[in-house]
């Protein structure tokens, strides 16, 4: 216990200070310079990003024009080109384009101090993503196709895990689960942290709009419900060190990925369940009662607090030890 103590004093003295530096090209100042069409700060804070902000390109669909917007939009024959998977683009010049009934935004990305282009930004959103690496983190989980992958794979888990428990071969948490709190924990905090979620997706979505083009991991400097989402992705960080390493002082090392694996499924379920119930009320209660059942569960059930004087094992009540026979009183 005092190692886990230890590494929490020191990552919750490393939030105070953590964020997420971007890596920034020097654009031409020819390009930063152009007419100021646009008003920086209001844009800023409408769209979250300006002049000199940096994207990286995350389709092979970015099409950028070389000629500019107007010309473009009154039907003017124009040229472009192709923007490669990962090339990192900064926002050189922004300008309105009233006339244009598509998109009246115009970005125009520059790939070095030579080469840049203009593109509506709706069709600019949808191919790049900001140039950190937790901006991509999110985007990848928010992509339905990855969320309808990862329900596969809970479900190809969880039977396997299931199968398994029938045949009394291994342990999952909840159920058949080993004495130690950080996996009833880890599940517990991971549906909180996906309520959460939900919770601004709903109410301030701007908030978290603006997380992921400036996606601080330091909670000390948000709005409160975006630090308590910030909070429980730290403490599902610590809880998932410690039910690994504890897990596999409990269980031999093929029953510890077992239970692993069960766990990750039981997990991702928690996560996909609670982001989408908790669009009503209803999904809150649901939520309290899990996290009722959760702790009923390890604390009836799992929770050993004695010893056996004879195997030294935990057992979870006095009387016949079910690892060695010895009766404890």
């Not at 910030?230 to 960080?237: K, P």
């Not at 596999?248 to 069960?262: E, K, Q």
Request: charge should be neutral.
């Amino acid at each position: 216990m005092r190692r886990y103590n230890f590494f929490v004093c020191l990552l919750l003295l490393a939030l105070t200070s953590v964020s997420c530096q971007q890596y920034r090209i020097s654009p031409d100042t020819s390009l930063t310079d152009s007419l100021n069409v646009v008003d920086t700060v209001v844009f800023r804070q409408l769209h979250h990003y300006a002049r000199n902000y940096n994207f990286r390109a995350s389709t092979d669909s970015l099409t950028l024009t070389s000629q500019l917007p107007e010309e473009k939009v009154s039907g003017l024959p124009v040229d472009s080109f192709e923007v490669e998977r990962d090339r990192v683009l900064v926002v050189a010049d922004i300008r309105i384009i009233k006339a244009d009934t598509i998109d009246s935004v115009w970005i125009e990305l520059a790939q070095d101090q030579s080469v840049s282009g203009w593109v509506r930004e709706s069709d600019m959103l949808k191919n790049v993503t900001p140039d950190d690496p937790v901006s991509r983190f999110i985007m990848f989980f928010s992509n339905r196709h990855h969320q309808f992958f990862l329900f596969l794979l809970i479900v190809l888990i969880m039977g396997y895990t299931f199968s398994m428990i029938r045949k009394r071969q291994a342990y999952i948490v909840h159920f058949r689960d080993i004495a130690t709190f950080y996996p009833t924990s880890l599940a517990v905090m991971v549906a909180i942290s996906a309520t959460i979620y939900s919770y601004i997706q709903q109410h301030d979505p701007e908030m978290w709009r603006h997380f992921y083009f400036h996606p601080l991991l330091n909670p000390l400097v948000h709005p409160f419900p975006l630090a308590l989402f910030l909070v429980s992705a730290w403490m599902i960080l610590v809880l998932f060190i410690a039910s690994v390493d504890d897990t596999f002082r409990h269980l031999t090392p093929l029953g510890a990925v077992v239970y692993l694996l069960g766990l990750f499924g039981v997990c991702a379920f928690n996560y996909l369940f609670f982001s989408t119930v908790t669009t009503s009320v209803l999904g809150y209660l649901v939520l309290v009662a899990y996290i009722a059942f959760a702790f009923y569960q390890y604390f009836t059930r799992i929770r050993s607090p004695y010893i056996c004087g004879n195997c030294g094992k935990q057992i979870h009540s006095k009387g016949r030890c079910p690892h060695c026979g010895t009766i404890n009183e």
